[in-house]
């Protein structure tokens, strides 16, 4: 049944193809026979209905322009499995396709691998007294043997699509991987992993529909992919709170170029599982269309954990509600005092957006660190961003983060340090750009229309402001300043008088 070549057809180990019977074991047995002696399992065009699969090491597995894999519509045949869950160790459902400890592997072909999500989507929201009697069984295992409390429930230990787990040395290319019952790929504590040329796509409506997460994972290079997704497209994450702390896995060394995002809740998001640290992320040459938000950076209080030197580059973005993100307070409220800094208060540093358009969105941006830590250097250079959609397009907050009302302008409170050179903003009211309770605003050549509403720049308690090549020919105050600490604000290299333009808290111009 092997080839000279070590090619393996899984209809030679007994695969129908039909659609009409399952093929679990036929396609496992030459998945086995393949596993660590290395070749490559051929899945030829045809329907192939079965239960979660598992690819062992040194294994290529093809499937051909005209073969899908599509996953059985029965709980009972997903064996109990543990694994990373929204961040933590916990029992649940086996995914569908899995890699697992193993290394050199590639999954490749023109074929799709289903997940058939609806069967499992239908019992979202579902009070466990109206489940099936054996789903609810199944999840009371699941509760039985899971110690975790807080937001993540059983419901969310759906299986994923196709999970990369312990494993190296794994490419993917061409496939077309759709309606996952839960998040569609999953790269767990895994290194040098590579997609290219992949489709992954899932309804809007999708609960926990994520396109990928890549979590806690090294070197993994994203290229090329199509992502339409019912949740988060491209997520990057290591772990929650005390946990993701104590297994202190960091997701880096990660690029994603060339892609194309139709939908989502965001474009590329980091967190709010990030307790493990994210850091040396880059992002080129990408489109986000329809999304909820852009580039999308959330934690809380409790996460802990580093984001750090991450780069934005070359991209644009149209019909997003909001652009830009960077988020202290996911499912928090905004107004709060400080508290002491400890092991779980979480820090985002060296953020950088450069060449970037966004176009009829709704909210300019959302940038807000913690009192007791203000997050660290953010800049912005060749940004040119359209926030003149109206509020009502969607029903979204720009961030989620609680005590905030929705606005046009870009908004940024307890950050250390933010700058901008070279930025095009407009706007549908005033302020463009507001600043509360932050370190340095550096602003060098910002371009605003005549007729933009004023204030542009709005500070509140903001400790030093560095105005540079901008001009103002509009009506009204280009710049004001209010709260109880003034701060220092500079001047200098502006076209015309800008100090003209410039409101203090007493209503006096300087």
């Known amino acids: 049944m092997t080839d000279s070549d070590g090619t393996r057809d899984v209809r030679d180990f007994g695969a129908s193809g039909t659609g009409d019977e399952r093929d679990t074991a036929a396609l496992q047995s030459a998945l086995d026979d393949c596993a660590d002696a290395g070749g490559t399992v051929v899945v030829p065009p045809g329907e192939y209905l079965t239960g979660p699969l598992t690819v062992g090491g040194d294994t290529t597995l093809e499937l051909q322009a005209g073969a899908t894999l599509r996953f059985v519509r029965d709980h009972e045949a997903f064996p109990a499995r543990e694994g990373r869950w929204e961040g933590w160790e916990q029992t649940g459902f086996h995914p569908c396709l899995l890699v697992e400890a193993a290394e050199n592997v590639e999954i490749t072909g023109r074929g799709t691998v289903d997940g058939q999500g609806d069967y499992w989507w239908q019992f979202y929201g579902v009070d466990d007294d109206e489940l099936p009697e054996s789903l609810a069984a199944r999840l009371d295992e699941f509760h039985a043997a899971n110690d975790k409390a807080d937001d993540v429930s059983s419901f969310t230990l759906r299986p994923p699509l196709f999970q990369i787990d312990r494993s190296k040395n794994v490419s993917v290319s061409g496939v077309t991987l759709r309606n996952s019952p839960f998040w569609n790929t999953h790269v ?33 290079r994203v290229s090329d992919c199509y992502l339409n997704a019912g949740d988060d497209a491209i997520c990057i994450k290591s772990g929650k709170d005390e946990e993701g702390r104590e297994v202190g896995r960091p997701a880096s060394q990660i690029t994603v170029t060339n892609c194309t995002v139709e939908a989502g809740h965001g474009g590329v998001v980091i967190g709010s599982e990030m307790s493990g640290d994210v850091r040396d992320v880059t992002v080129s040459n990408c489109t986000f269309t329809d999304t909820d938000r852009g580039i999308r950076i959330k934690t809380q209080r409790g996460r802990g954990g580093v984001v750090e030197d991450l780069r934005f580059d070359t991209i644009v973005m149209r019909r997003v509600a909001c652009p830009f993100t960077i988020n202290g307070y996911y499912f928090m409220d905004i107004d709060s005092d400080p508290i002491p800094v400890d092991e779980s208060t979480p820090m985002v540093r060296n953020v950088a957006y450069s060449n970037i358009t966004a176009r009829n969105v709704e909210t300019a941006g959302f940038f807000a660190g913690l009192p007791e830590q203000r997050f660290e250097n953010v800049s912005f250079s060749n940004v040119e961003i359209d926030a003149t959609r109206p509020l009502d397009s969607t029903d979204l907050s720009p961030a989620m983060a609680d005590g905030f009302d929705q606005r046009h302008g870009l908004f940024c409170k307890s950050i250390e340090d933010i700058s901008f050179s070279n930025v095009r903003i407009r706007t549908a009211e005033a302020p463009a750009l507001a600043f509360e309770e932050t370190g340095r605003v550096s602003i060098d050549g910002l371009h605003v229309d005549p007729d933009q509403e004023t204030p542009v720049v709005e500070l509140r308690d903001v400790d030093e402001t560095l105005v540079s090549g901008c001009e103002w020919a509009g009506e009204g105050p280009f710049l004001r300043v209010r709260g109880d600490d003034a701060g220092r604000l500079s001047l200098a290299g502006n076209h015309g008088d800008l100090a003209e333009g410039v409101e203090r808290p007493d209503g006096d111009w300087v």
Do not use: L, Q
């Open 188 to 220: 767990v504590y895994s290194d040098n992993v590579t997609f290219h040329d992949v489709n992954i796509e899932n309804p809007h409506d999708a609960p926990n529909g994520d396109g990928m997460d890549i979590d806690s994972s090294r070197y993994v």
